[in-house]
């Protein structure tokens, strides 16, 4: 057969090449009729309401935010509760687009339910009836416990540990229907099977929490994250928004703020919310015992967190730093050996630096000079230890949003002996292992790690270099050791005056270093602020004060002697005067908003000649044009609108001039053709 073929080949060149030609065609015409989709909304029947209004939402909120009722109480009142308040919301139609506080189950019966029928119900029984069927299932359940209970690790968030619960119930209920049927068929029906299939698929069509004390509703308002963002910035808009009248005084929102680093807090808060600090707890008379809290020193049963400084005069700071992490992580690997799982917070090193530079650079030496020198660490008495490429990760601002929160799941995975061993004998089978759940050998972190980072099992940590602010530093180390004891190195560049000032004074500083925190300046109303942060807070005023401006093509109704903006002038250049204490400062606040005033009033009566409208947000419809322009590379206009707390600027580069003022710089040296000239 195959000389036949190859005969055939040679003979009839030109024929297979023919065939080849229309084998591609027919290929490249029925390709085209494939479409690939990468949304589950796209595979819902599109005619439904349901679908339509689902699609709606998608388009017109792609950021929209959220807003939660959390209503706790017994279960028998939880689900009257929510549907007498739901009616109630959904009113505010001004405000909240859709609540949702139960699931659609006709729908997802309809969509989502694969048993609904009797011949279904028929079908199923003989499945049902198999012998082999009791065993099947209760394999499957005790794998399930297994991995959902008895493995502790991977329930690593509430989320993860919820999601757990409440599916091992449904899958309970679902066995013990189906034992019944098993046992009486005949008392079997197309609505007992419906149900519990329903349950097993759908669980409780409320949003209830796993112990049936909580009820989540969740309100999606009428304007999207972005423009939260703003209000958000302008505390000044926050604050009077949130503000009300009773029997003629003004009552304001509490505001609490907890940190552990802060200096000057009165000035600051006055400065930046207007409002006196009390402190709570109280100190008390003791202030290791306010009966809140107590002060504890260290001991064997709360270790704390333990400092060691490394100074290596002559070596450079990267070599120094090769060594400590390969002598760190060797340690940790003896550790682990010799004890087993206690020995896991050591497991994981957390490297903090203060500049993406030194990360970068610190990242390829720990995949070259510190995986080799790990390999050999036997011979100086440690262990070796092997890293693989998924052992090392990042937590920089490189990282998409998205990647986050996987990196952040990865750092609650523990080292077991018995997760080491599973992986060896899937790769001795040839098999890959779920490196979604694989822990992280090296975690190389900027500034990062020191905001949101609660990770416990977390407790060793190398820094790179002393940090600019002592508040910096003591956020930073503070990931580590929070349940088990905690040891930071640091190491200091020798080349460095403020490193070696550290170094020499390392044991007092961490004695005080809370006395160390260096006092942060806070100017709401300085000339750079109101030129970054002005416009928002003069639109999320006007716009949220009320229905009149609120909603988004309403940006070209704007009357100058509304009373809406006319109280919106009036609070904003109010409080820069009362945080101040400058009048001065309170008009030249209300000169600028009226400048801001007089653009957006021109820019609205320009757009209705050209038979457009002026939005707060532009849209694809070509006549809804912005108001609002988002911050960019480009000149900031009048009501260009920072849309995230986290706006970087973009970097510059500096050019150092060491002539001085007062000299002139020296003649730029003559071209060759022009020096031939001249002579």
């Known amino acids: 057969l195959l000389s036949g073929i190859a005969n055939a080949v040679v003979k009839k060149t030109g024929l297979l090449t023919l065939l080849v030609v229309a084998v591609t065609l027919v290929a490249a015409v029925l390709s085209e009729q494939l479409e690939l989709t990468m949304h589950f909304r796209n595979l819902m029947p599109q005619d439904h309401p349901m679908v339509q209004e689902f699609n709606k939402i998608i388009d017109d909120y792609e950021t929209a935010s959220m807003i939660i009722v959390a209503a706790i109480g017994p279960d028998s009142l939880l689900r009257p509760f929510a549907a007498e308040l739901a009616p109630k919301l959904k009113g505010l139609t001004q405000y909240l687009k859709r609540v949702d506080y139960r699931l659609e189950k006709e729908f997802y019966e ?17 499945i049902y009836g198999d012998g082999r069927l009791l065993p099947l299932l209760t394999h499957l359940n005790n794998s399930f416990e297994r991995v959902y209970v008895a493995d502790e690790s991977s329930l690593s968030t509430r989320e ?65 994250i972005n423009e939260i963002d703003r209000v958000i910035a302008a505390e000044t808009a926050v604050d009077s928004l949130a503000s009300w ?28 919310f207007l409002r006196q600090v009390n402190i709570f707890p109280p100190p008390g008379l003791d202030v290791e015992d306010n009966f809140f809290a107590r002060q504890r020193p260290p001991s064997e049963e709360f270790p704390g967190r333990r400092y060691l400084g490394i100074c290596a005069p002559g070596l450079r700071l990267k070599t120094t730093m090769i060594r400590v992490y390969v002598a760190v992580l060797a340690a940790a690997q003896v550790l682990f050996e010799n004890y087993g799982q206690a020995a896991d917070p050591y497991m994981t090193l957390v490297g903090y630096f203060n500049a993406m530079r030194d990360l970068g650079g610190m990242r390829r030496v720990v995949d070259d000079a510190v995986r080799t020198r790990l390999q050999q660490m ?102 580590v050791g929070r349940s088990k004891p905690g040891l930071v190195f640091t190491v200091f560049n020798w080349a460095r005056p403020r490193d070696l000032s550290h170094y020499e004074r390392f044991e007092h500083y961490h004695a005080t270093f809370y006395q160390q925190v260096e006092a942060l300046s806070v100017t709401p109303f300085s000339a750079r602020a109101l030129d970054r942060g002005l416009a928002a807070l003069l639109v ?127 003649p730029e040296p003559k071209a060759a053709d022009e020096a031939e000239e001249t002579k």
């Open 110 to 126: 309809n969509h989502g339910l694969m048993l609904q029928k009797t011949s279904d119900l028929k079908k199923s029984r003989e």
């Open 160 to 224: 993860k540990e919820n999601n757990a619960v409440r599916f091992l119930d449904n899958i309970q209920y679902w066995l013990e229907s189906m034992q019944r049927y098993l046992i009486q068929p005949e008392a079997g029906s197309p609505e007992k099977a419906r149900l519990a299939v329903e349950r097993l698929l759908i669980g409780d069509e409320y949003f209830v929490s796993p112990d049936r004390r909580m009820l989540m509703m969740f309100a999606q308002p009428t304007f999207s």
């Open 245 to 272: 009248q009773v029997n003629g005084q003004t009552v304001r929102p509490k505001v609490i703020a907890s940190t552990a680093t802060i200096r000057r807090a009165q000035e600051q808060v006055h400065a930046l």
């Open 378 to 479: 036997k011979k100086r008495g440690l262990a070796n230890r092997y890293l693989q490429h998924w052992g090392v990760e990042e937590l920089t601002s490189r990282k998409s949003a998205t990647d986050i929160p996987q990196t952040l799941d990865r750092l609650e995975a523990p080292f077991t002996p018995q997760a080491k061993a599973e992986r060896r004998q899937k790769a001795g089978r040839g098999q890959k292992s779920d490196f979604s759940r694989v822990p992280i050998d090296v975690l190389l972190a900027t500034n990062m790690i020191s905001v949101g980072v609660d990770v416990k099992r977390l407790g060793l940590m190398v820094v790179s270099s002393q940090p600019k602010t002592t508040a910096e530093y003591i956020q930073a180390t503070s990931r």
């Open 540 to 666: 999320s005023q006007v716009r949220l004060a009320g229905a009149d401006f609120n909603e988004n093509g309403s940006a070209g109704l704007l009357v100058r002697d509304h009373p809406t903006v006319s109280a919106a002038l009036k609070t904003i250049s109010r409080r820069a005067e009362r945080v101040s204490g400058q009048t001065d400062l309170g008009q030249s606040v209300k000169q600028a908003l009226e400048q801001k005033l007089d653009v957006w009033l021109h820019d609205a009566a320009q757009k209705r000649k050209t038979g457009a409208q002026l939005g707060y947000r532009g849209k694809q419809d070509g006549i809804t044009l912005p108001l609002l322009e988002p911050p960019g590379l480009g000149h900031w206009n009048r009501f260009t609108c920072l849309n995230s707390l986290r706006n970087v600027e973009p970097g510059v580069n500096l050019v150092f001039n060491d002539y001085g003022m007062d000299r002139e710089p020296e």
